[in-house]
């Protein structure tokens, strides 16, 4: 019934509907028991794609108490000061000269050590804690930004960005005064956005992306190949890379599919005048075939982990005179 289309005002309306079901007596007698184990099921549909229906079960009543855990001790998280922002080397592949860092969060759990992203970051979207979280995220990039260039090297700087900030209607001022309160030069920070982001709403993210634009800062769209991108829209964004998603670096030179597609998103990034990175670059030969490519940018353990800014430093001091390659 609910797939049935609605005809409003000449236009043929699609409504999607996720269930999530709980049976009386069985997963509860008592009405809240009932209809919270209910919601455990329908964000489990929610999960599966949506527009499905689940039955409730022991492990979702498990799973729902933990990510209810991690909620509550991530609201305390960031005045608690339990976060920390990693960053991991992004290098020319021409040359191996280094070019700047990808910020990627960590949370120090004082009980669970070191939490990774994608544990808590669907937690924080689900939340809207990610607003606050991503706000500190790009703070900390700028402040690094500055602390880097005052020693001399000024390295670009790019922040994940989700969802929900994407969303956020104060986005552009927490951009401008993360910017302004660090006197950071915005050309030298990135945002970071998916494809499946990008392509939720084009006419709303053309606009919102323009105006970050405008304000000097560049954009990517991470895991790219991942999604569904409608080619037609890409070259309508303002975007000024590809990062190829590592599960195409990661298969490439097992798989002849996967470095045809790796080739050909090298080929239509130039194509559209955009530079394309690869991510995921764990082997010398990964990237000598990239850079026979003509990828722009390498990123991966070949070069750097993400790392806590002081061993960043300490990591470039290896090198010596900053070349990764
Ligand atoms: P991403 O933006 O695509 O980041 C790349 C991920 O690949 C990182 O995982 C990085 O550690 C990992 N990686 C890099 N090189 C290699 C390699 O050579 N081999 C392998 N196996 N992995 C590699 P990480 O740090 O766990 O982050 C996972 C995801 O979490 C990120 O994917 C990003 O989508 C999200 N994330 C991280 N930090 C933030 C943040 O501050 N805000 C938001 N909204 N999302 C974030
Ligand atoms: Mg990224
Ligand atoms: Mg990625």
Redesign the pocket.
């Given at each position: 019934l609910i797939r049935q289309p609605h005809n409003v005002g000449g236009a043929e309306l699609h409504v999607s509907c996720s269930i999530g079901i709980a049976v009386y007596p069985e997963d509860g007698v008592e009405i809240e028991t009932l209809m919270r184990n209910a919601d455990a099921a329908m964000y489990q549909a929610k999960q599966q794609g949506r527009n499905n229906a689940q039955f409730f079960t022991l492990e979702m009543d498990r799973r729902a108490r933990e990510r209810m855990q991690i909620e509550n001790d991530l609201r305390v998280a960031i005045e608690r000061q339990q976060l920390r922002?990693?960053y991991?080397p992004r290098v020319e592949c021409r040359s191996g000269r280094l070019l700047g860092a990808?910020?990627?969060?960590?949370w120090r759990h004082p009980e669970h050590g070191l939490i990774?992203?994608?544990r808590f970051?669907p937690v924080?979207?689900d939340s809207g804690l990610?607003i606050p979280?991503?706000a500190w995220?790009l703070a900390e990039a700028c402040r690094q930004q500055a602390l880097w260039r005052a020693t001399g090297e000024d390295l670009a700087i790019s922040?994940?960005?989700?969802a929900a900030?994407l969303h956020d209607p104060d986005l552009l001022a927490t951009l401008q005064r993360a910017i302004a309160e660090h006197g950071v030069n915005p050309a030298m920070i990135e945002l970071?956005l998916?494809e499946s982001l990008l392509m939720e709403d084009v006419t709303l993210t053309i606009d919102l992306l323009q105006a970050i634009k405008a304000l000097g800062i560049s954009l990517s769209v991470?895991?790219f190949g991942t999604g569904y991108s409608s080619l037609n829209y890409l070259h309508r964004f303002p975007i000024d890379k590809l990062?190829i998603?590592?599960s195409f670096v990661?298969n490439m030179l097992d798989d002849p599919n996967d470095l045809a597609i790796t080739k050909a998103v090298i080929g239509l990034g130039h194509t559209l005048g955009l530079s394309v990175v690869a991510?995921?670059?764990?082997q010398s030969e990964e990237m000598q075939v990239l850079a026979a490519a003509g990828c722009d940018e390498l990123?991966?353990?070949?070069f750097g982990?993400?790392m806590p800014a002081d061993d960043f430093a300490l990591w470039r001091q290896s090198l010596g005179g900053g070349n990764a390659g």
């Open positions: 922002v990693y991991q990808e910020a990627l969060v960590r990774t992203p994608a970051i924080a979207e990610i979280i991503g995220v922040v994940n960005l989700s900030q970071e998916t991470d895991d990062k998603d590592q990661r991510e995921g670059v764990e990123q991966g353990y070949l982990k993400p």
